[in-house]
């Protein structure tokens, strides 16, 4: 699936990536809740985390961004064709959790840097069940320093993680289809489950509700 045109022919990777966004909290509020500026009215409430020179800190004992409204979790309740974006920058690389988009019950999609655990060290992907994706080279990042991370999926057996540059670092073929349930977006926390909190900063997250083009992820890329 590609980026809705809507009769405008080809657009470039900036306006696509800008526009048709189903969730953009920019997390560069000076107080109050983390707003959507997408349009579609998903504002997120602030928990703990603290406002740094236009990002939120987190401390990895319980601060979190959550928003639980209808249709968050559309992206991955239908075609399975969705796209998350987000810049953040870990203090350690200790079960952290960077976004998570879950039905309630930690299904779902999330974001996670690993240190340790039974599938490896870096960035993984979790979605329905399992993990998908895992990039180990993930430690390699300086700690501290903010890094763009991309995950697409394009139906259910086609996805890629991306991490600093517009080449995808792991592609997966994993079979998956998303269930109904709670609508719940996190930043900082793993789902409602309050596990595996994030340590460090988070600048920005993007969620589209479809998979956006190679222009699109190289422009992001370089954010």
């Not at 009215?41 to 740094?52: I, N």
């Not at 300086?142 to 890629?160: I, R, Y």
């Not at 993680?161 to 109904?180: D, P």
Request: proline share 1%; hydrophobic share 30%; with cysteine.
């Amino acid at each position: 699936m590609s980026y809705p045109l809507g009769g405008l022919g080809i657009v470039s990777g900036e306006t696509e990536a800008n526009q048709n966004i189903h969730l953009h909290w920019r997390l560069n509020e000076s107080s109050g809740d983390a707003l959507d500026t997408s349009g579609n009215g998903f504002d997120g409430t602030v928990t703990g985390a603290t406002q740094t020179g236009g990002y939120y800190t987190f401390d990895g004992v319980n601060d979190r961004v959550n928003a639980s409204q209808s249709g968050l979790v559309t992206p991955l309740q239908s075609s399975n064709n969705f796209s998350v974006f987000v810049k953040a920058s870990a203090t350690s690389y200790a079960a952290n959790t960077a976004v998570s988009i879950t039905d309630g019950n930690n299904s779902g999609f999330s974001f996670h840097t690993y240190s340790s655990g039974g599938s490896g060290n870096g960035h993984r992907i979790w979605w329905e069940g399992e993990w998908i994706l895992q990039d180990t080279t993930g430690l390699a990042l300086p700690n501290g320093d903010f890094n763009n991370f991309l995950v697409t999926c394009d139906g259910a057996t086609d996805q890629k993680l991306y991490i600093n540059s517009g080449t995808a670092a792991q592609t997966s073929t994993t079979s998956k289809t998303s269930a109904a349930g709670t609508d719940n977006v996190s930043a900082g926390v793993w789902g409602i489950n309050d596990s595996e909190w994030y340590n460090g900063n988070i600048q920005e997250l993007r969620v589209y509700d479809y998979t956006i083009s190679q222009n699109a992820i190289d422009y992001l890329m370089d954010l």
